[in-house]
């Protein structure tokens, strides 16, 4: 975003990235059930708390660094960077979808060194 502050509530919105790199909103089920986001807290002036409906327990820490926002989360029990996510499910004949797992890849903090987590959650 150009401007140099976060606004106040929400400044974090889900959506898809298709695989052409446009991008697509997530559907109403998509985003109370699996893909959206579960709370946004504000911390203090441009840094919020995030809680993913899949990864509840994983919090994420929105905040500036080297004069950009970066998503910051535990990787491997590694403070990182957080670069991207795979979420593998499966929408069944109801519309729910039904996670499974989900990958996460970042950087260490310190470091730069890449590290990568599956988190399983249906098996």
Known sequence: MENINLPDS???IAYWVLENGQQEELTLIQQKYAYGIHSQEKLEKNKFRILLVAL???EIIIEK???TYRAVLSVNSKKCIFEKGYVKSKEGWTGFPQVFYVDLFGRIKETGLPVEE??????
Do not use: E
């Open 10 to 12: 929400s400044p974090v």
């Open 56 to 58: 509840k327990d994983r």
């Open 65 to 67: 660094i080297g004069g």
């Open 118 to 123: 599956r988190i399983i959650l249906n098996q």
